[in-house]
C-alpha cells in the first residue's frame, strides 16, 4: 500500500488489500476464470466467506476469511494452450465452455515471468516454423506449454507439451529460448498424442536441465516435477498449512496419515511435530518427489506409498495400525464415501481436512457425520484471489470423542 493511503476496514483474520484494489481484466467474459475481476478486493474475501458460512451452515464454527497479501501475479503453475487466429499463432486459454483458444497477452493472476516466457516460445514458434497442434485434422506439433516457477529459489521450469515425439530443431529451440529467457533451469517435453482434455501426457524427455525444479515451503525443501501436484499460491499455502498442523494439536506422540500427499509438503511439515507420519499418494512420480524431498530435508520419520488411499488405511487398519490423526487434502471433486468410511473405521482423534472446493467439503462433512464424525471449525484462505475458489482447512473429531 502507498504510504499516506489509508487502510479500508477489514474483518479479522483479513490481510491488506493491493494497490491494484480494483484489477480489471479485458479477458473476462472470454475466459471466465477471473470471475471477480474489476472487484474490490475487500468484496472478493466479504463474498468467499458468505459462500462458505452458508455452505457449511449449522455443521461447525466457520471463522473469518484470510486474505492474500499479494492477490495479484500469484500462480506458480501457467498452462497456455496454443492454436490459430486469421492464420497468426496465438497462445492462451481455452475459452469458457469450449476449445476456442483466447490469446491472452497479459494475466493478472499469473506468474509475470511465465507471462514473458510464453510469449517468447510464441514468437520462437514463428521464426522456427512450429505449427500449433489444430484438434480437429490432427495436425500441428505444439498443444501446450506449462511453466512451473519457484518464488524462493527463483528456478523455473518449462514444458513443450508436444503431439508427437518428433521435435526437430528442438536443441536449437531451446537454446534460442534460454538466451531470451536465461532464467529457465529446465525444459521438458511432454507427449500427449491422445484426442483428450488433459494437458500433460504420459511420456516425456529432458531437453536442459535436471528435469525437475525446487521450493521451499514452510523452512522445508520441495523437488517439484512437471506432472507433481504443488499448491499455486506459496505465500497464502504457507498461512494454510501452519493452520492445519495447529488444528492437527501434534506432541510428537502421534502417527499421522497424510492422504493425497501429493510430494509430500503438509506431511513433511507435519513430522517435525508427531512421532511418524505416512504419506500415500496415486501418483507414483509424485511419491518419487516425496521420497526424494524427504531424504533433501534429512527426515528421517517419514515414508511414502504409492496407493489408493482408501485401500492403503484398509491394509493398515487389518495390520492394527491405527492413524491418530489423518490429514487429507483431496482434488476438487473431494473425497469418496469408501475412503472416509475407512478414515472413521481408523478411529483418529482428529481430521484435518483441506479443501480446494467448499461444496465438496460441505458434502463430504456429512458422510463424516453419518458415521459419527463432526466438523467442529473450518478455517478459510483465499488462495485464488480475483477468482471465485477458495481453500479451507476443517477439523472433524469424533461426535462422543
Given at each position: 500500500?502507498?504510504?499516506?493511503?489509508?487502510?479500508?476496514?477489514?474483518?479479522?483474520?483479513?490481510?491488506?488489500?493491493?494497490?491494484?484494489?480494483?484489477?480489471?481484466?479485458?479477458?473476462?467474459?472470454?475466459?471466465?476464470?477471473?470471475?471477480?475481476?474489476?472487484?474490490?478486493?475487500?468484496?472478493?474475501?466479504?463474498?468467499?466467506?458468505?459462500?462458505v458460512k452458508k455452505l457449511l451452515?449449522?455443521?461447525?464454527?466457520?471463522?473469518?476469511?484470510?486474505?492474500?497479501?499479494?492477490?495479484?501475479?500469484?500462480?506458480?503453475?501457467?498452462?497456455?494452450?496454443?492454436?490459430?487466429?486469421?492464420?497468426?499463432?496465438?497462445?492462451?486459454?481455452?475459452?469458457?465452455?469450449?476449445?476456442?483458444?483466447?490469446?491472452?497477452?497479459?494475466?493478472?493472476?499469473?506468474?509475470?515471468?511465465?507471462?514473458?516466457?510464453?510469449?517468447?516460445?510464441?514468437?520462437?514458434?514463428?521464426?522456427?516454423?512450429?505449427?500449433?497442434?489444430?484438434?480437429?485434422?490432427?495436425?500441428?506439433?505444439?498443444?501446450?506449454?506449462?511453466?512451473?516457477?519457484?518464488?524462493?529459489?527463483?528456478?523455473?521450469?518449462?514444458?513443450?507439451?508436444?503431439?508427437?515425439?518428433?521435435?526437430?530443431?528442438?536443441?536449437?529451440?531451446?537454446?534460442?529460448?534460454?538466451?531470451?529467457?536465461?532464467?529457465?533451469?529446465?525444459?521438458?517435453?511432454?507427449?500427449?498424442?491422445?484426442?483428450?482434455?488433459?494437458?500433460?501426457?504420459?511420456?516425456?524427455?529432458?531437453?536442459?536441465?535436471?528435469?525437475?525444479?525446487?521450493?521451499?515451503?514452510?523452512?522445508?525443501?520441495?523437488?517439484?516435477?512437471?506432472?507433481?501436484?504443488?499448491?499455486?499460491?506459496?505465500?497464502?499455502?504457507?498461512?494454510?498449512?501452519?493452520?492445519?498442523?495447529?488444528?492437527?494439536?501434534?506432541?510428537?506422540?502421534?502417527?499421522?496419515?497424510?492422504?493425497?500427499?501429493?510430494?509430500?509438503?503438509?506431511?513433511?511439515?507435519?513430522?517435525?511435530?508427531?512421532?511418524?507420519?505416512?504419506?500415500?499418494?496415486?501418483?507414483?512420480?509424485?511419491?518419487?518427489?516425496?521420497?526424494?524431498?524427504?531424504?533433501?530435508?534429512?527426515?528421517?520419520?517419514?515414508?511414502?506409498?504409492?496407493?489408493?488411499?482408501?485401500?492403503?488405511?484398509?491394509?493398515?487398519?487389518?495390520?492394527?495400525?491405527?492413524?491418530?490423526?489423518?490429514?487429507?487434502?483431496?482434488?476438487?471433486?473431494?473425497?469418496?464415501?469408501?475412503?472416509?468410511?475407512?478414515?472413521?473405521?481408523?478411529?483418529?482423534?482428529?481430521?484435518?481436512?483441506?479443501?480446494?472446493?467448499?461444496?465438496?467439503?460441505?458434502?463430504?462433512?456429512?458422510?463424516?457425520?453419518?458415521?459419527?464424525?463432526?466438523?467442529?471449525?473450518?478455517?478459510?484462505?483465499?488462495?485464488?484471489?480475483?477468482?471465485?475458489?477458495?481453500?479451507?482447512?476443517?477439523?472433524?473429531?469424533?461426535?462422543n470423542g
Amino acid at each position: 500500500m502507498r504510504p499516506g493511503r489509508s487502510e479500508e476496514k477489514r474483518t479479522e483474520g483479513q490481510t491488506a488489500a493491493p494497490e491494484e484494489k480494483k484489477a480489471g481484466c479485458p479477458y473476462k467474459k472470454k475466459c471466465g476464470g477471473c470471475v471477480y475481476s474489476g472487484m474490490e478486493y475487500p468484496e472478493q474475501l466479504k463474498r468467499k466467506e458468505q459462500a462458505v458460512k452458508k455452505l457449511l451452515s449449522g455443521k461447525g464454527i466457520v471463522h473469518p476469511i484470510t486474505g492474500a497479501e499479494q492477490p495479484l501475479y500469484y500462480r506458480n503453475k501457467v498452462t497456455a494452450s496454443f492454436g490459430f487466429r486469421n492464420g497468426k499463432l496465438i497462445a492462451g486459454v481455452y475459452e469458457k465452455n469450449s476449445h476456442r483458444v483466447v490469446n491472452i497477452d497479459h494475466c493478472l493472476i499469473q506468474d509475470e515471468r511465465a507471462d514473458r516466457i510464453i510469449h517468447v516460445i510464441r514468437d520462437l514458434c514463428v521464426s522456427f516454423k512450429i505449427k500449433a497442434f489444430d484438434e480437429d485434422s490432427g495436425f500441428g506439433l505444439l498443444r501446450h506449454v506449462m511453466v512451473r516457477t519457484a518464488r524462493k529459489t527463483g528456478q523455473v521450469m518449462v514444458i513443450l507439451v508436444t503431439a508427437s515425439p518428433m521435435f526437430p530443431g528442438s536443441r536449437n529451440f531451446v537454446k534460442a529460448l534460454r538466451e531470451k529467457c536465461p532464467e529457465i533451469t529446465t525444459v521438458i517435453q511432454n507427449i500427449n498424442s491422445l484426442r483428450t482434455s488433459m494437458v500433460l501426457g504420459n511420456r516425456e524427455k529432458v531437453l536442459f536441465g535436471k528435469g525437475y525444479i525446487e521450493d521451499e515451503l514452510c523452512g522445508l525443501r520441495f523437488r517439484i516435477s512437471s506432472g507433481s501436484f504443488y499448491q499455486v499460491n506459496p505465500e497464502q499455502t504457507e498461512k494454510l498449512y501452519e493452520k492445519a498442523i495447529e488444528l492437527a494439536g501434534l506432541t510428537g506422540k502421534e502417527l499421522v496419515l497424510d492422504a493425497y500427499c501429493g510430494v509430500g509438503t503438509i506431511g513433511m511439515i507435519a513430522s517435525r511435530d508427531a512421532r511418524e507420519v505416512i504419506g500415500v499418494e496415486l501418483n507414483a512420480d509424485a511419491v518419487k518427489d516425496a521420497e526424494a524431498n524427504a531424504k533433501t530435508n534429512g527426515i528421517g520419520n517419514i515414508g511414502f506409498y504409492a496407493n489408493d488411499a482408501g485401500a492403503f488405511l484398509e491394509d493398515l487398519s487389518e495390520e492394527g495400525v491405527k492413524p491418530d490423526v489423518v490429514l487429507m487434502d483431496p482434488p476438487r471433486t473431494g473425497s469418496t464415501p469408501e475412503f472416509i468410511k475407512s478414515v472413521c473405521g481408523a478411529k483418529p482423534k482428529r481430521v484435518v481436512y483441506v479443501s480446494c472446493n467448499p461444496e465438496t467439503l460441505a458434502r463430504d462433512v456429512d458422510v463424516f457425520r453419518r458415521y459419527n464424525y463432526r466438523m467442529e471449525e473450518a478455517w478459510p484462505f483465499d488462495n485464488f484471489p480475483l477468482t471465485e475458489h477458495v481453500e479451507t482447512v476443517a477439523l472433524l473429531k469424533p461426535v462422543n470423542g
